[in-house]
């Protein structure tokens, strides 16, 4: 257990829906990523925050969006949804934002448009 | 051509082999380079990193970076059948303002008994 939760664990919805990821980095963790992960794709870095702003952006889609709280949990929002979105999407935490701090994975919340 | 190059696989090999993963990539950016390793329906994990060229040595596991070939690998000793997984490398480039981490495909691994 790496100490990331994520919910929900599943999320079956239909095209043209929006739905909400939560991310609950490991305590002490002011860093969190966003990541999608496909068959076609691969893993592909969506979007990283330390300690409530914005510090990378990947390939993330204008119909996705994220932010991370005061309490520094995190959200992606993923509107307008198409069946390609089907996915699943981690989060992973570290301590700070640097290059080298090791990322701390939750279990994904598995993603399935219809 | 995609920044991070990495064989899928699936590579099969019997108990006890001595296992060779490795990732090319385009960019020079890159500063840092990671292995991680992800169990089926699991998040993936990190195993090594590092942030020069040369090798790194951590158990049965020893990572490898030469820079001016931009060619990064993994080995494995003595593989066990819980080594089965799929190994993903890893690379982030940025500075103190944010740093991008670009993955590999993974490799799919099966250590036979």
């Known amino acids: 257990d790496s100490g990331v939760t994520q919910t929900p664990k599943h999320l079956i919805t239909a095209t043209g829906q929006r739905v909400t990821l939560r991310c609950s980095p490991r305590s002490g963790d002011l860093s969190v990523y966003w990541y999608q992960q496909s068959l076609d794709q691969g893993l592909q870095f969506l979007i990283q925050?330390?300690?409530?702003?914005?510090?990378a952006k990947g390939n993330i889609l204008e119909r996705f969006s994220a932010q991370q709280f005061p309490d520094l949990h995190s959200e992606l929002n993923l509107s307008s949804l198409e069946l390609g979105d089907s996915a699943l999407y981690f989060c992973?935490?570290?301590?700070?934002?640097?290059?080298?701090?090791?990322?701390?994975f939750g279990p994904g919340t598995r993603l399935l448009v219809l | 051509q995609k920044e991070v190059e990495q064989d899928p696989g699936p590579l099969s090999v019997p108990e006890g082999a001595i296992v060779s993963l490795n990732c090319t990539y385009s960019?020079?950016?890159?500063?840092?380079f990671m292995w991680y390793r992800q169990y089926s329906r699991k998040g993936p994990e990190l195993l090594m990193y590092?942030?020069?060229?040369g090798n790194k040595e951590d158990g049965r596991f020893t990572a490898q970076v030469d820079k001016s070939s931009k060619y990064i690998s993994l080995f494995i000793r003595d593989s066990q059948p819980s080594d089965s997984a799929t190994y993903l490398c890893?690379?982030?480039?940025?500075?103190?303002?944010?740093?991008?981490?670009?993955f590999g495909a993974g490799t799919r691994l099966f250590v036979k008994a």
């Open positions: 890893a690379m982030s480039e940025g500075n103190t303002g944010g740093f991008k981490t670009i």
């Open positions: 925050y330390y300690n409530g702003e914005e510090r």
């Open positions: 960019n020079s950016a890159f500063q840092y």
């Open positions: 590092t942030y020069s060229s």
């Open positions: 992973a935490s570290s301590v700070a934002a640097g290059g080298m701090e090791t990322q701390y």
